[in-house]
């Protein structure tokens, strides 16, 4: 499959976009833009399991389960809301001993948030699923077993806090390979945000006002 | 040796509720803490050079060419490429697809094979692809009437005519100049070791800086191949009246909206500046010295300074008539007494226009290198840091921060139909943002988040519901829709500069005063606004050229010479 390179910043702004367009709240596509990049920063697939979780059925609208049971929804609950339910309620999740969920749709997507709930609560936090298990830290990750890394639907999810892991790397730099489906896929939500030009606003949208050629 | 404050000195920062008013960030001028001038700063203290490497360009203006700058620890190359461009097909809005010149910045020294790479995508500028050994993306055009001029009087054994240039300022405008990650360039934590990047924006101008220095050779090669032996060059005083034209438009307006964080650190700084300034017990002789001098300067920038939007014409009669009261003013008072400073800004707030007001801050800071220029330093953010939301704060206190924050926000009727007049779109043609006529126009379904206003308002309403001592966390999990601004108000709550206080959809809100606060801070200068939504502006005006850098008065290019001086420099020389 073809490839193209992108940079952090453009994956993160490509991203946003996207799950704008795939129908997030402003505040939660922000957090979907900086999960790919997240994600990409550290070698790991951000683009293309953003691009296949809004291409299948998922759960968004949440409700806090009663007694610190796991959260459930009649389908796989959405990594977005999900994810920013676990940054947002980290001092909670603490409390009690971690949060779970039955079902998770591309559970890969939890790992940022697990980093920004390790950022709220300063230490690491723990995150695994049926198949695969990994320490978050804002600036680090160690991932154990990844056998199910790009599990559509995650099972048995849960996330803790946890004892500092010795061997988190530190997230890259560079510019990230994206396979060019998943780009075109990511391309077609983000396109449902933009707004036609038409003849008038092609002139008055950007104010053509004067010559521009003196 | 400069005053310091005392302890007892009043330090009193300018309000938020004045500052951040469009009208007043519309007004603003560059200053010592523009980047222009902090980078400018930082290369002659560290002994940078520009080698041009590569000048490989024919008679009629078309090839390539390499400028090496080099630092104490890096190499940065402008890579340029030259081209021929019927005059038809020059344009500077973003819908263009072809430019005089096109560049990049080549992180180190490009070999062949790196240049060959990027002929084949830079002269194609967004619809290319660069790597991230390439730093930024720009593309540049002529301006048709000062380059016809300079080529046929240099070729001709002339000098070309002062006013002519005076009255452009440049002979080339950039319309472009992309960073950070764009069209697959660095992204900037790639660069966050780089001691240039310890101010935001140097890569960018270093870019503009080695643009305008290309322009000059190009053009004194098309006049030797015109006019051979006859030809000469631009003698040094009239070169460096040439800056870099830019005609910014709407794209750059939301940047301001989409990072408070970072707006905040660049309006604290300024005003930390200023506020340390007004706390100088007394101004000695020296700095009331350069003071006189530069508001003479300035003053002579003025009235170089011309645009024929009604507005910015208005501008800058009140703008000359305030230096003219400002220098009448200091004649009765010559910044003797206590806290001279701080009188005088007193003064000029009761009789000044907010462009003076703003003129005269970048003036009072001028004498004072020594106690504002370490502010530059922080005005930097990682905004990796500041995006995280405390979701375990109740929601009582969060309103205080709301109700701190946002007054300017909340007190207004959303539903009539002025105060929600527009909105802001990104446009499926460009990619590039665009406003809207809410009433009149298709697509406010597809509004992008930049009401900030009634989008608080909205919030507001929507927190009635919940008692104070809710958790956040809970109110966002039921409303993610509020998210986006849930995450400002956290962010202001600690920045008092971070948000524009106006409603940035109403019906007489002018983009240009976005694109002026955040070009003035570039270092910009000659703002002439062109509609509501697009400015021309200068950049590097009177500047030193690569090769001047070392011998030239330390940062003293932001106001013009004055005649007299120019041609005293002329007669020594």
Known sequence: MSATVYSLAEIDAQCRKAAR??????GIAEEAGRAARW????????????????????????????????????????PLPFGAALADRAVQMAKQGGMSASEVAWPLLMLPQAGRASEALGQPVSVRWDGFSAICMPQGLWIGEDAAMLSKVGTAFHSAPCIAAEHLRPPG????????????????FAHRTYVPATEASRLAGAGAGLTDND | MQAIPHADAPLSMRSPDTVMRLERMGSAHPSRLSFMRTLLRRLKAEGWTVERTLFDIDAHGVGRAVYAAKGPRKTYSLVAFAHDLPDEM??????????????????????????????????????????DNELTLSRANRSVRLWRHVVERLAGGEQPDAEQVETVGYLMRTTAVYGSGKFGAADRVKLLDRPLMSAPFHIEMLTVWLIRTFTLDLVEHMARAKGGAQAVTIEPALRRRIGVGNSTGLGMAP?????????????????TALARVRAVPEAGMEARALFADLLKRAAANVRGWHSEHPIQVLKLARLRNDLSALEAYLEGHPLGGKYPWDRLYRWAEEVLSPEGQEQLVSLMLEPYGDLVDDLAMGMKVDEYETFRIDGNQDIGRFKGHMNKRYGWALNVDYDKDAHCARFWYVSEEKLEPRLGERHAED???????????????????????????????????????????????????????AEIRDNL?????????????????????????????????????????????????????????????????????
């Open chain 1, 21 to 26: 367009g795939a129908g997030c709240a402003w």
């Open chain 1, 39 to 78: 994600l990409a920063a550290y070698g790991l697939p951000g683009p293309k399991v953003l691009a296949e979780l809004f291409s299948g059925a998922r759960s968004c609208k949440l409700t806090v389960p009663e007694e610190a049971g796991p959260w459930c929804a009649d389908k796989p609950i959405c």
């Open chain 1, 173 to 188: 730099r560079e510019a990230c390979q994206v396979d060019d489906w998943d780009w075109a896929i990511l391309d077609g």
């Open chain 2, 90 to 131: 020059r344009s500077d809005r973003v819908i263009a697809t072809a430019w005089d010149s096109t560049f990049t910045l080549f992180d180190g020294q490009p070999a062949e094979a790196d240049i060959e790479r990027l002929e084949a995508n830079v002269p194609l500028q967004e619809a290319g692809r660069i790597s």
């Open chain 2, 255 to 271: 940047f301001l909206v989409t990072h408070p964080a970072l707006l905040n650190s660049w309006i604290e700084a300024k005003e």
């Open chain 2, 443 to 497: 697509g406010a379904d597809l509004e992008q988040p930049l009401a900030i206003g009634r989008d608080i308002r909205a919030l507001a309403d929507a927190l009635e519901a919940y008692e104070s001592s809710a958790l956040l966390a809970d109110f966002l999990l039921a409303h993610p829709e509020h998210r986006h601004v849930v995450r400002r108000v956290q962010i202001s709550a600690v920045r008092p500069y």
């Open chain 2, 505 to 573: 959809i109403d019906a007489t809100m002018l983009p240009i005063d976005m694109l002026r606060c955040k070009l003035a801070f570039f270092g910009a200068n000659r703002f002439d606004p062109r509609s509501d939504r697009w400015v021309r502006i200068c950049m590097f005006q009177n500047a030193p050229y690569p090769h001047e850098l070392a011998g030239f008065p330390d940062d003293d290019w932001a106001y013009p010479a004055l005649a007299a001086a120019v041609c005293a420099d002329e007669a020594v020389a």
